[in-house]
């Protein structure tokens, strides 16, 4: 079965807003990473936590790692009508990447 | 310069028909992959090549085999389509080895497999 599940599926908010994105997974990890998809696309990676860092930041994006609860959430603030896409948690297992389901994003001007 | 392409973009074809999807990234990178995303943007890896050796074969249909002639190329190539293979084909490429940014992925476009 898939590693990650992300919650919620859609979320729909205004420009300006916070978009809170999470995601859990099932076995020990050694790194999550977040990754954006805008339609017709392929995935975009936007930033790697590793599993002894607890908060990471890049520009408006905000990730957390909870490794004793098996989760991450991604935060973007300040958000903009192009930040509308779906997003992606990935944990890897060896050498491959696991993806979760992704949360679809729509920033309404 | 696209650092993975991936041709084509769109792919209409009969059921029972052969098809290739061609993938290339000048990235460096030693290691590629193919993707399969579904209707609800389920995104499963199929292979993953690393220096042309196949190190990643999910369980995927003996229809579906990875052909990787050098390390910047992977091809995918489908016999006999069916319906169920209409998806959204992915490449990707990471460096394959040196610390934890060894797994971050570059993906391809994507190609849009239609099976009619």
């Known amino acids: 079965s898939q590693q990650g599940e992300e919650d919620p599926q859609a979320l729909s908010i205004q420009e300006g807003e916070n978009a809170t994105m999470n995601c859990s997974y099932k076995?020990?990890?050694?790194?999550l990473q977040w990754y954006r998809q805008n339609s017709g696309r392929g995935l975009v990676h936007l930033i790697l936590i590793r599993s002894n860092e607890r908060e990471k930041h890049s520009g408006r994006l905000r990730v957390t790692l909870d490794t004793s609860k098996k989760s991450s959430s991604l935060l973007i603030t300040a958000s903009r009508a192009a930040d509308t896409a779906s997003y992606f948690c990935a944990t890897s297992q060896g050498d491959k990447l696991i993806f979760g389901t992704g949360t679809r994003l729509q920033v309404f001007p | 310069d696209t650092a993975v392409s991936q041709t084509p973009k769109y792919l209409v074809t009969q059921m029972g028909n052969d098809k290739s999807i061609k993938c290339e990234q000048n990235?460096?990178?030693?290691?590629m992959y193919w993707y399969k995303q579904d209707s609800k943007k389920f995104l499963k890896i199929m292979f993953s090549?690393?220096?042309?050796?196949?190190?990643i074969n999910e369980t995927v249909p003996n229809r579906f085999s990875p052909k990787s002639p050098d390390k910047a190329h992977l091809n995918l190539h489908i016999n006999s389509l069916e319906l169920g293979d209409s998806a959204v084909y992915f490449c990707a490429s990471s460096q394959g080895s040196g610390g934890p940014r060894k797994n971050i992925q570059y993906f391809g476009a994507g190609t849009r497999l239609s099976v009619l």
């Open positions: 090549y690393n220096n042309k050796e196949l190190i």
């Open positions: 076995t020990s990890i050694n790194n």
């Open positions: 990235l460096g990178h030693d290691t």
